[in-house]
């Protein structure tokens, strides 16, 4: 199983601050098949990333994603107030075919 | 544009089999899309159960493929999952999802959400 390590937990920043995030995969993720989704209460998932920096339809460009391998990155450049939220990644590949990690929590400082 | 809608039971007894739908509109579902289910737990993260494509077949999470059961029935566009011999750790928010396709080459992410169904096991 690949398992994804989300970094940080929580991530205390001010509307208009750049938020990194970080996600990292115990194995080389095929395909570069990395997503990233804004998940905010009570809604389902957003695609927001899909094959590690390829911007999903209708998403902003304050949103990016990079890196490859076992290390990937989502940055929010200018946070908005409707950003704040928790953010997953999500690899395809192995067993099981996807994996999530366990979530950065964008909040409010 | 494809909206999911998910529906069944909110509520199973403990070692009964808890049985979800989810109805495809707007599009259909014999595309060249996988569908897929996810949960997840109450204040927890996201969970993979499995996945079906129109022609039938199936792929399912090792952790759960002894009790998992994912359908499709083409002629009402909708798919649909049973878990069988629930416990209190399957209580979730369960979602239904559909595989990203662009430009006939499947992205292996989810790019359409139904909105989720809490389905809580207890007796």
């Known amino acids: 199983e690949i398992v994804l390590t989300q970094s940080p937990g929580t991530l205390s920043l001010s509307p208009g601050e750049r938020a990194t995030l970080s996600c990292r995969a115990s194995?080389?993720?095929?395909?570069?098949?990395l997503a990233w989704y804004q998940q905010k209460p009570g809604q389902a998932p957003r695609l927001l990333i899909y094959g590690a920096s390829s911007r999903a339809t209708g998403i902003p460009d304050r949103f990016s994603g990079s890196g490859s391998g076992t290390d990937f990155t989502l940055t929010i450049s200018r946070l908005e107030p409707e950003d704040f939220a928790v953010f997953y990644c999500q690899q395809y590949g192995g067993s099981p075919l996807f994996t999530f990690g366990p979530g950065t929590k964008v909040d409010i400082k | 544009q494809v909206q999911l809608q998910e529906s069944g039971p909110g509520l199973v007894k403990p070692s009964e089999t808890l049985s979800l739908t989810c109805a495809v509109s707007?599009?259909?579902?014999?595309?060249?899309?996988?569908w897929s289910w996810v949960r997840q737990p109450p204040g927890k993260g996201l969970e993979w159960i499995g996945e079906i494509y129109p022609s039938g077949s199936t792929n399912y999470n090792p952790s759960l493929k002894s009790r998992v059961t994912i359908s499709v029935d083409k002629s009402r566009n909708q798919f649909s999952l049973k878990l069988s011999s629930v416990t209190a750790a399957d209580t979730a928010v369960y979602y239904c999802?559909?595989?990203?396709?662009?430009?006939?080459?499947?992205?292996?992410?989810?790019?359409?959400w139904g909105q989720g169904t809490l389905v809580t096991v207890s007796s």
């Open positions: 194995q080389s993720v095929s395909g570069n098949y």
């Open positions: 999802a559909r595989e990203m396709l662009r430009f006939g080459e499947l992205l292996k992410s989810f790019d359409c």
């Open positions: 707007g599009g259909s579902i014999s595309s060249s899309n996988w």
